[in-house]
């Protein structure tokens, strides 16, 4: 199942064109103006949370509903995610948002974690809508390989690549899609 995570060889990137830079001084591409700055983003209160705490219990409810890839349960049932692995940590020099989600996999040798992870970070994403720094992680000592799970799920490219995979992208989509 990690074999879907892979990063893209050199030949395989898109060539051609320019991509837009940040030096050009667009700040919602690269995140400073023309002179060097980071401008400033809204606070939390501005994007319409009271708190820390708010911004945390909104994106649990957005994690809560996420089915198991397996079983007919879902993540909250299993308690694979929990409202207190949710970090709402201090914003970048340049306000956003950073936010760490832990998750716990039912079983030291899960072979769905990275699937779960993915799903995770594709709800997230898609739910909320303005600048937000996210790291996920499966909770310390909770699965066997652990690591290279958090490295791929952290990988952008690598997420990109998944998503690319029609069956992977089906997959994440029934295991994401809200229940009527």
Do not use: W
């Not at 892979?6 to 591409?29: C, F």
């Not at 207190?84 to 948002?97: A, C, D, L, M, Q």
């Amino acid at each position: 199942m990690l074999s879907f995570f892979r990063k893209k060889t050199s030949d395989e990137l898109p060539t051609g064109g320019s991509a837009p830079s940040a030096a050009k001084g667009n700040p919602s591409i690269g995140g400073t103006t023309a002179n060097g700055e980071v401008p400033p983003r809204p606070s939390l209160q501005e994007l319409g949370y009271r708190n820390a705490n708010d911004l945390r219990e909104t994106i649990y409810d957005f994690l809560r509903t996420i089915r198991d890839p397996e079983k007919p349960s879902t993540l909250e049932d299993l308690h694979v995610v929990y409202e207190e692995g949710i970090f709402v940590n201090e914003p970048t020099s340049g306000n956003v948002n950073v936010v760490r989600v832990e998750f716990n996999p039912t079983v030291p040798h899960c072979s769905l974690a990275t699937l779960i992870g993915l799903c995770i970070r594709v709800k997230i994403e898609r739910n909320i809508t303005h600048s937000l720094k996210l790291d996920i992680y499966i909770k310390k000592g909770a699965h066997a390989t652990e690591d290279e799970i958090n490295k791929q799920i952290n990988d952008k490219e690598r997420i990109a690549a998944a998503m690319e995979n029609p069956n992977l992208r089906q997959l994440v989509e029934n295991c994401i899609k809200d229940e009527d």
